[in-house]
């Protein structure tokens, strides 16, 4: 037995995440985190909500909450909606924790220590109406480039040059509109992230089985223009963790944060802490995770993100652990995915458009969902989200392939021989043949798994039902009925086994139903089948079960065109 830890990025705190969100990171990590379980492994699943930052606060004021009470209860919704998905984290914690208050003010003591931190002073716009300095990208104005009036402080997205705030023509702030604004100067703290460089660049070298993806992006950001660059992880803003150095004040740092990319990333290492204090243990159970004198040195990792995190996770945050000096596990492999993009544009939360976590679970179940997305994970290119391929998925893999072969077996023994595995001879040579397909697809199946191929996995796992589809056709035991009820019996048997199988293959992807197929069989053992002509022996004759409910209904162009006019914009 070996021991994963995995983490998945933590979404952010401010609304509720569409399904480009949820297969970027959580989606697939659970999948990985369920067959490691399934294959007998210790596992660590971790993620948390992040709840720092601007646009935190800027959410919580819409609402009119209290940043602290917006968070919490946001922070409800979210793990409602993982549970809903069937996300087995072990932990979900959240970034404003204590836990992760003290580890991060202690990294950056750590970091200040050994000279990895320097203070800059640098000019930012304060706003007098809203009482605060502004991020770059919460000043508007006049693009002095393209002319475009909504153009950021940071870069104009309509002609996309890089900018800072004092280019702007006319510069409001975007919280107040306010033109009230000056320029100020301010003290922050920045990580080295330069003088740390080339023991980064060896361990990213080091990591010849990453993805392309992951480590194509860390080398831009490693190499092109200027090289790394220092970061500014502190803020001027209320919401965040104070800056301390260690359990000491920073004189010269009174009222600031640190940026939420400093600690947000920590979060993994503080939500375990929160997992060993939620399940009463001590400090040593979380280390053992996570400290390689205490116990982590066994320990793989694995880090599930979009590719828009690669590099805060190949790059600051290695630099975070590096830089402290002490024996923290780093990352073993980051598997990173491309865009999901949603009816030929993009997911748009500010605009409602596209499908979010919870509206997916009023209309259909979560396996649903699970299914056609990782099915469709977006890992060599951006996957696109269209109703009629989900549809269309949906009929032909789940209600035709799987569903249909657990009715049709299930109902035609209860209908000849009743609800109980019948007898019947030893498996022939069909039978015999069968299994060594499923074998070898078996097989094929574990190797895409343990190497996260998740749609090769899924394609894998599809083949596996259509063979049981393709023996019940072939063999076809309701005409063998009519002139050899005890071969027709031990054919019966064959297919009564596969669901079986079928079950706890497929429960990574698809836990709501392969519960419901399980207990059907009345088959509480769920183990792997590391043998399948074993495994398919594991219901006896006389065995008994019953016949579930149809488990998947197929999707009418009535609901379909329903749900494509429904989820085209303005979010309800």
Request: aromatic share 12%; hydrophobic share 40%.
């Amino acid at each position: 037995m070996a021991r994963h830890l995995i983490t998945s990025a933590l979404p952010y705190i401010n609304g509720i995440k569409h399904l480009g969100n949820l297969v970027g990171s959580q989606l697939p990590a659970d999948l990985y985190a369920r067959y490691l379980r399934a294959r007998g492994h210790e596992v660590m699943f971790i993620c948390a909500t992040d709840e720092h930052g601007t646009p935190a606060e800027l959410a919580a004021a819409k609402t009119g909450e209290a940043v602290d009470d917006y968070c919490a209860r946001m922070h409800g919704l979210q793990s409602d909606l993982a549970q809903g998905f069937g996300l087995s984290f072990d932990h979900y914690g959240r970034s404003s924790s204590a836990r992760n208050k003290g580890l991060t003010q202690h990294f950056a003591g750590r970091l200040a220590d050994r000279g990895y931190i320097r203070e800059v002073s640098e000019k930012q716009v304060y706003s007098h109406a809203d009482g605060r300095f502004l991020p770059d990208r919460y000043i508007e104005g006049t693009c002095p480039n393209c002319g475009y009036d909504k153009a950021r402080g940071d870069q104009c997205e309509n002609c996309t040059k890089q900018l800072d705030p004092t280019d702007l023509i006319d510069p409001r702030s975007a919280i107040s509109g306010s033109t009230d604004l000056e320029v100020r100067e301010t003290r922050h703290l920045y990580l080295r992230q330069s003088a740390l460089k080339d023991q980064i660049a060896a361990w990213i070298d080091a990591k010849a089985d990453w993805p392309i993806l992951t480590t194509s992006i860390a080398r831009k950001w490693l190499n092109d223009g200027e090289g790394l660059q220092d970061r500014g992880i502190t803020r001027d803003l209320d919401w965040g963790v104070p800056v301390k150095r260690g359990d000491a004040e920073w004189p010269g740092m009174e009222g600031k944060v640190f940026y939420v990319w400093f600690d947000a990333p920590i979060e993994y290492i503080g939500a375990t802490a929160e997992w060993a204090d939620a399940t009463g243990r001590d400090d040593a159970a979380w280390r053992r995770w996570w400290r390689l004198d205490q116990g982590a040195e066994d320990v793989t990792y694995t880090q599930f993100m979009g590719k828009d995190n690669v590099p805060f996770h190949t790059l600051s945050f290695p630099a975070t652990l590096i830089g402290s000096g002490e024996p923290w596990k780093m990352v073993d492999y980051i598997k990173s995915f491309n865009y999901l993009t949603y009816q030929g544009g993009q997911f748009s939360t500010s605009q409602g458009r596209g499908v979010f976590m919870d509206h997916a679970l009023e209309i259909l179940p979560a396996d649903y969902w699970r299914w056609w997305l990782l099915s469709h994970a977006p890992e060599s290119g951006d996957s696109e989200f269209t109703w009629e391929n989900f549809q269309q998925s949906v009929n032909k893999d789940l209600a035709d392939v799987l569903g249909n072969f657990v009715s049709r077996i299930t109902k035609f023994c209860r209908s000849k021989f009743g609800e109980a595995v019948p007898d019947g001879p030893a498996y022939g040579p069909e039978e015999q043949a069968l299994t060594e397909a499923l074998t070898t697809r078996l097989r094929a199946y574990e190797g895409h798994m343990a190497a996260m191929e998740v749609r090769k996995a899924a394609s894998e796992l599809r083949a596996i039902w259509v063979l049981g589809n393709e023996y019940l056709q072939s063999a076809a035991p309701w005409s063998v009925f009519k002139t050899d009820p005890d071969r027709a019996a031990m054919q019966v048997r064959m297919g009564l086994n596969l669901i079986r199988f079928y079950a706890v293959l497929s429960q990574p992807f698809i836990p709501f139903a392969t519960q419901g197929m399980l207990a059907a069989m009345n088959a509480p053992d769920a183990g792997w089948p590391e043998d399948a002509a074993q495994a398919l022996q594991a219901l006896p004759a006389g065995h008994a079960f019953t016949v579930p409910e149809v488990m998947f209904a197929k999707i009418s162009d009535d609901s379909r065109a329903e749900w494509e006019e429904r989820f085209q914009g303005v979010r309800a």
